[in-house]
Nanobody, 124 residues
Framework: QVQLVESGGGLVQAGGSLRLSCAASGRTFSNYAMGWFRQAPGKEREFVGGISRSGIVTYYADSVKGRFTISRDNAKNTMYLQMNSLKSEDTAVYYC?????????????????WGQGTQVTVSS
């Protein structure tokens, strides 16, 4: 089992920045590729970005590429999502997840462990 807890969400004006954290406990954090997802009201949960176990490789959805940066610190069992140039359409609950099955990191069904989510609201 892996327990994941997100933090760092809040209310920010358009154009502003936030940094989300995902703290992991339980099994060895560095054994898992990790992902960030988000879900806006009335919409399906969508992939935001992912990071390999070592942190060397990162992936991003086109909608956030160039604005968001994912990183991880395996010594601290923590993953981060730096969000810059925020837009109103970035408003959502953001979730971190641990990928258990191999495959395309955009697929939600490959992730078995999820955090409870943290709300990000961007005002225009």
């Amino acid at each position: 089992q892996v327990q994941l807890v997100e933090s760092g969400g809040g209310l920010v004006q358009a154009g502003g920045s936030l940094r989300l954290s995902c703290a992991a406990s339980g099994r060895t954090f560095s054994n898992y590729a990790m992902g960030w997802f988000r879900q806006a009201p009335g919409k399906e949960r969508e992939f935001v970005g992912g990071i390999s176990r070592s942190g060397i490789v990162t992936y991003y959805a086109d909608s956030v590429k160039g604005r968001f940066t994912i990183s991880r610190d395996n010594a601290k069992n923590t993953m981060y999502l730096q969000m810059n140039s925020l837009k109103s359409e970035d408003t959502a609950v953001y979730y971190c997840a641990a990928q258990v099955l191999s495959g395309q990191p955009t697929r939600l069904d490959l992730y078995s462990y999820w955090g409870q989510g943290t709300q990000v609201t961007v005002s225009s």
